[in-house]
Nanobody, 124 residues
Framework: QVQLVESGGGSVQAGGSLRLSCVVSEDIYNAGCMAWFRQAPGKEREGVAGIYNYGSTYYSGSAKGRFTVSQDNAKKTVYLQMNSLKPEDTAMYYC??????????????????WGQGTQVTVSS
């Protein structure tokens, strides 16, 4: 069975940092693309960062320069390091994975596997 389990969310003041983790089951880990998405109340789900199994990483405009996506193959874990957090970063954060390379990293509808989400709240 495919499982993705996020952790690391919480409450932080503006300017602070958080590191999110996503443990990915072996049958999907590094099978194509793994990515982080977020969704705030009343807004569409948006891609934050993506990482491919050949090493390339991508970021949304708002995340670039502040967030870093990385992975640890021994732990089968994908990370999202978030620095210089802003109140507008407040959202439920989800990790996702897909086999192969159909669609782009930021297209949520192309991902078949999702975690349960972890809440990030940034106060001003």
């Amino acid at each position: 069975q495919v499982q993705l389990v996020e952790s690391g969310g919480g409450s932080v003041q503006a300017g602070g940092s958080l590191r999110l983790s996503c443990v990915v089951s072996e049958d999907i880990y590094n099978a194509g693309c793994m990515a982080w998405f977020r969704q705030a109340p009343g807004k569409e789900r948006e891609g934050v960062a993506g990482i491919y199994n050949y090493g390339s990483t991508y970021y949304s405009g708002s995340a670039k320069g502040r967030f870093t996506v990385s992975q640890d193959n021994a732990k089968k874990t994908v990370y999202l390091q978030m620095n210089s957090l802003k109140p507008e970063d407040t959202a439920m954060y989800y990790c996702a994975a897909k086999r192969g390379y159909a669609g782009n990293w930021y297209e949520a509808e192309t991902f078949g596997y999702w975690g349960q989400g972890t809440q990030v709240t940034v106060s001003s």
